[in-house]
């Protein structure tokens, strides 16, 4: 079936840094990812969704300058985490639809952040 | 708004007995609802779905049945086995909703030897 692939699957980054996650879709075209952030033990939270060659639409109180989601291709999205702080450790995972409807969606494998 | 509503956890079960999460949902639209499973520092993987009233998801042994009358979507299974620990989301996902999967709280499944 079809398959994202996210990178990294951990990565431990200093405050004040910036980190890039990606993820591609392999054998089909993702028009639309989302990106959701999940926190130890809870329940996964969307914080937006990215079209490509449009500008993402984020969730209520997720700031847009502090995730930068770019969506340059049908194959590859990026969410970049800029001036991380050790608040924002937790795991991100994005999700696109195979079809663009109701049908499956596949998620990546997910991102572990640590921020030291 | 959409909502989805799934009993807490964690659960912990003996190895073969009869599993059961329950999960409700409110829903604008008409949605399609899903099962996901989360084994230990994975991501999710899509573990059945149902897209209509009375439809019935099943994969590895669980099932779910979509009651619209109940808005339910509880997942069953006959004989847990110790490697179905993990943590099970209900979710479901309408265009009414923009194509956006809301997901439950997640409950944790423990199966003991």
């Known amino acids: 079936g079809a398959v994202v692939s996210q990178h990294p699957s951990r990565v431990i980054c200093k405050s004040g840094t910036s980190v890039k996650i990606e993820c591609r879709s392999l054998d089909f075209q993702a028009t639309t990812m989302f990106w959701y952030r999940q926190f130890p033990k809870k329940s996964l939270m969307l914080m937006a969704t990215s079209n490509e060659g449009s500008k993402a639409t984020y969730e209520q109180g997720v700031e847009k300058d502090k995730f930068l989601i770019n969506h340059a291709s049908l194959t590859l999205s990026t969410l970049t985490v800029t001036s991380a702080h050790p608040e924002d450790s937790s795991f991100y995972i994005c999700s696109a639809p195979e079809d663009g409807g109701l049908g499956g969606y596949t998620f990546g494998s997910g991102t572990r952040l640590t921020v030291v | 708004g959409n909502s989805v509503t799934q009993m807490e956890g964690p659960v912990t079960l003996s190895e073969e007995a009869f599993l059961t999460i329950n999960c409700t949902y409110t829903a604008t639209g008409y949605p399609s609802l899903f099962w996901y499973v989360q084994y230990p520092g994975e991501g999710l993987q899509l573990l059945l779905k149902?897209?209509?009233?009375?439809d019935k998801g099943s994969n590895k042994g669980f099932e779910a049945t979509y009651r619209k009358e109940t808005t339910s979507f509880h997942l069953e299974k006959g004989s847990v086995q110790v490697s179905d620990s993990a943590v099970y989301f209900c979710a479901l996902r309408d265009k009414a909703g923009g194509f956006k999967t809301i997901f439950g709280a997640g409950t944790r499944l423990f199966v003991k030897a």
């Open positions: 149902a897209t209509k009233a009375d």
